[in-house]
């Protein structure tokens, strides 16, 4: 799984023209499904997603502060297939065959969702919201730094991460 995270002011999302969703003070988090991609890969994901201390504390000190412990913070989920997709050939045409099929992966992102809304602590339902699966959406954000992190599941070959010092080990 990969993910997208970034720290927002505000966001919304809309389809034809109607807004769907919008959040305050959060992360906007981009989603995207890897063919491989499995319910470990979600959990990993959604911790780091939940966990990561993006905001200053009472203190003023940086990156002390998650979303689930900030005071009215939000989480905006939205589904990105195109988050696997690859520019290669003599045409740069993009290439989603990493993707994970669109029924999958509907499953897989409803139960990520619902370990984020389980991670978020008490009202995380209320703190949670996403886009439409599938959708051609709008997204409209302000950027809040900006400050945007990459998050890979362990089990892609593409991670970015260091699976061991994350306390995951990789079978072979």
């Not at 023209?17 to 499995?38: P, W």
Request: hydrophobic share 35%; charged share 25%.
């Amino acid at each position: 799984m990969r993910l997208v995270l970034q720290r927002v002011k505000s966001a919304s999302v809309s389809v034809e023209g109607t807004q769907i969703s919008s959040i305050g003070r959060g992360i906007v988090a981009l989603c995207g499904l890897h063919e491989d991609d499995n319910e470990e890969a979600l959990r990993y994901c959604s911790k780091k997603l939940v966990a990561a201390k993006l905001w200053e504390n009472e203190a003023g000190k940086p990156w002390r502060t998650s979303v689930s412990n900030l005071e009215g913070g939000e989480v905006l989920l939205v589904s990105q297939f195109t988050l696997y997709g690859t520019v290669a050939g003599k045409k740069h045409t993009p290439d989603f065959k990493r993707s994970m099929k669109s029924e999958r992966a509907s499953e897989m992102y409803e139960a990520f969702k619902e370990m984020v809304v389980a991670g978020m602590g008490e009202g995380g339902a209320g703190r949670v919201k996403d886009g439409m699966f599938g959708a051609m959406m709008d997204v409209a954000l302000v950027n809040d730094g900006p400050v945007t992190i990459l998050v890979d599941s362990p089990s892609n070959d593409c991670a970015g991460g260091d699976s061991a010092r994350d306390g995951v080990r990789e079978e072979k």
